[in-house]
């Protein structure tokens, strides 16, 4: 993830520890902030001119993979995770392609 320019998340990611994390590395966090203060609102409002709205085609991606390939990851080392999801997503694109044959 060397090209890594921005990261969105929700609300749920918004704290310090978490954001300081994604500037030490040079990405730019898109994370909402929680209330309703005007500053909030126009945080808001610009993380969403940024990009943050294009976060439901990746959502859309998780469920359906999720659903068809199962919710749970086996493996318990992060790295593995990591492999195991990556294989998860890349047997999710296949599986169109091998449907007409």
Same mark, same amino acid.
């Given at each position: 993830?060397? *090209?890594?320019? $921005? =990261?969105?998340? *929700?609300?749920?990611?918004?704290?310090?520890? #978490?954001?300081?994390? %994604?500037?030490? !590395? @040079? =990405? +730019?966090?898109?994370?909402?902030?929680? @209330? $309703?203060?005007?500053? #909030?609102? @126009?945080?808001?409002? !610009?993380?969403?001119?940024? /990009?943050?709205?294009?976060?439901? &085609?990746? +959502?859309?991606?998780?469920? #359906? #993979?999720?659903? $068809? !390939? /199962?919710?749970? =990851?086996?493996? !318990? /080392?992060?790295?593995?995770?990591?492999? +195991?999801? =990556?294989? &998860? %997503?890349?047997? $999710?694109?296949? +599986?169109?392609?091998?449907?007409?044959?």
């Amino acid at each position: 993830a060397d *090209d890594l320019l $921005s =990261v969105a998340a *929700d609300k749920a990611f918004h704290n310090w520890i #978490t954001k300081y994390e %994604f500037y030490a !590395l @040079g =990405v +730019e966090p898109l994370i909402l902030q929680r @209330g $309703s203060r005007p500053l #909030t609102l @126009g945080h808001n409002a !610009l993380i969403r001119a940024k /990009g943050y709205s294009q976060r439901w &085609m990746a +959502e859309t991606s998780y469920s #359906t #993979t999720k659903r $068809s !390939l /199962g919710d749970a =990851v086996r493996a !318990l /080392g992060w790295y593995r995770q990591f492999r +195991e999801i =990556v294989l &998860m %997503f890349a047997i $999710s694109n296949i +599986e169109p392609l091998c449907e007409p044959l």
